[in-house]
């Protein structure tokens, strides 16, 4: 079993619906992502966050927001997506964003499918 | 810019062989390197770690090495069982990109009972 637990695990949404993605870690672990992955592709890092504040944008579009109400909790945020945002959508963390020789654990995911 | 390489893109082999998977990355300068492990419809799970001052690293069955200078790093799974079928992923972190993984395009491994 995981230690970052995601819900939902599956989410069907049209282009102009409004619903979230979250992810939850108990292991005081200072450091959340985001990733996006896409079938028979590795993930792609879409956001990092360090002590609560956003730290790291890759340049996401905006109908991606993020969120990281407290340590243990990272929301993302989604409205008026696109087909082409159909994806797993992972979340993961570590001990530290800086540096580390701590690996990143990942959740299980949640599958969106855009309609 | 990093690139990350994985050989082969995928492998099927025999319950009980040892195999080894191939990483290669372009940018010597990492600061450490993972190897995951991916089940299908899951997330990642972790395997090992390898600091870049570190030669190798071991769990078990599974042997990873490092060559920073020649920028090379192998996967080594002993006595291969159906279990271990799951598409293996690596990923560098650079020394001037924090947090950032850089991930190969993975190897799909299966093995047949």
């Known amino acids: 079993d995981t230690e970052v637990t995601q819900t939902p695990k599956h989410l069907v949404m049209g282009m102009t619906n409004k619903k979230s993605l979250k992810c939850e870690q108990h292991m005081g672990h200072r450091a959340m992502y985001w990733y996006k992955q896409k079938a028979k592709k590795p993930p792609e890092l879409m956001f990092v966050?360090?002590?609560?504040?956003?730290?790291i944008n890759e340049s996401v579009p905006s109908r991606f927001s993020p969120e990281c109400p407290n340590s243990s909790l990272l929301n993302l945020h989604l409205h008026a997506l696109q087909p082409e945002d159909s994806a797993l959508y992972l979340c993961a963390s570590s001990q530290g964003s800086m540096l580390t020789n701590q690996p990143q654990h990942f959740g299980d995911g949640t599958r969106l499918s855009i309609l | 810019k990093q690139e990350v390489t994985q050989i082969p893109a995928a492998l099927s082999v025999p319950e009980g062989e040892n195999l080894v998977l191939n990483c290669s990355f372009t940018d010597s300068a990492i600061y450490n390197l993972q190897w995951f492990r991916q089940d299908p419809g899951k997330g990642l799970t972790s395997l090992l770690l390898i600091q870049s001052s570190q030669r190798e690293q071991t769990s078990g069955r599974l042997n990873a090495s490092l060559d920073k200078s020649s920028g090379r790093s192998t996967l080594y799974i002993a006595a291969s069982q159906p279990g271990d079928s799951a598409t293996y992923l690596c990923a560098v972190t650079r020394e001037t990109s924090g947090s950032r993984l850089t991930f190969g395009e993975g190897t799909q491994l299966t093995v047949n009972p």
């Open positions: 966050y360090s002590y609560e504040k956003l730290s």
